[in-house]
């Protein structure tokens, strides 16, 4: 039986790409899906397409970079559902650059977003999770986390920040899983605000190979449907044909 009919699930970055997908994948298992995101009239339109399908959606914009912002969106999520079983931190940004460009006003946006944004969300849920001693939160964070590439390196790092906050996390607190998901090269709008004109056409080179989204919320699925004993602690998903 699916461990996914019925469960709360919010997720960030939902408005396009991996969390849009795995919204719809969710919601068509009978998931109850919360998605939050800044650009509302996407996730509009997001939770009419599933509910036209049957499915269960609600929206609110978010912006993970405001830690009041990520707990207004799960206490909305608990007003509309009780409680959030499966938080799915996905937002995140990849403006890459080389480090001697010293784009630091990206760098910040990045810290704040992939890595800042993801412990805003563990500490909007974790407190009731270990309340009821039940839960999972989901990071999604990337093949970046595994390897690093030239213009990669705070890209990289923050992703690297994701996997060892999520580790961490999972050996704290057994009673709630912890899974990252690290996608490799992927057909989404990540990466839309690189401002080098170089490295924008390196990403389309690697994105001649690349997974669809759907790829992504099949794994994220994958996880979500196990039994509350077993907690798929990471996913490596990339492109069969791709090192990346």
Not at 3 to 13: A, H, P
Request: include cysteine; glycine fraction near 8%.
């Amino acid at each position: 039986m699916s461990n996914i009919k019925g469960k709360t699930i919010v997720i960030t970055g939902a408005s396009s790409g991996i969390g849009e997908a795995t919204a719809i994948l969710l919601a068509s298992r009978g998931a109850k899906v919360v998605v939050g995101a800044r650009r509302t009239e996407r996730l509009e339109k997001l939770a009419a397409e599933i509910a036209a399908s049957g499915g269960t959606a609600r929206f609110r914009a978010v912006d993970v970079t405001s830690r009041q912002d990520v707990q207004a969106l799960v206490d909305f999520a608990k007003a509309e559902f009780g409680q959030v079983d499966v938080l799915i931190n996905n937002a995140g940004v990849m403006p890459l650059s080389m480090m001697a460009d010293l784009k630091t006003d990206e760098w910040d946006r990045m810290i704040d977003v992939n890595i800042r944004g993801v412990l805003h969300g563990i500490a909007a849920v974790l407190p009731d999770m270990r309340a009821r001693r039940n839960g999972q939160i989901i990071n999604v964070a990337s093949i970046g986390a595994h390897v690093v590439v030239p213009t990669g390196a705070v890209y990289c790092a923050t992703k690297y920040a994701v996997w060892a906050i999520s580790e961490g996390l999972r050996q704290e607190n057994p009673d709630v899983r912890v899974t990252i998901i690290s996608p490799g090269v992927v057909a989404t709008e990540l990466g839309h605000d690189i401002t080098d004109e170089a490295t924008k056409g390196a990403l389309t080179e690697w994105r001649k190979t690349s997974l669809t989204p759907d790829a992504i919320a099949r794994a994220v699925a994958y996880a979500v449907e196990q039994p509350d004993d077993v907690d798929v602690n990471e996913v490596i998903v990339r492109p069969t044909a791709s090192a990346f």
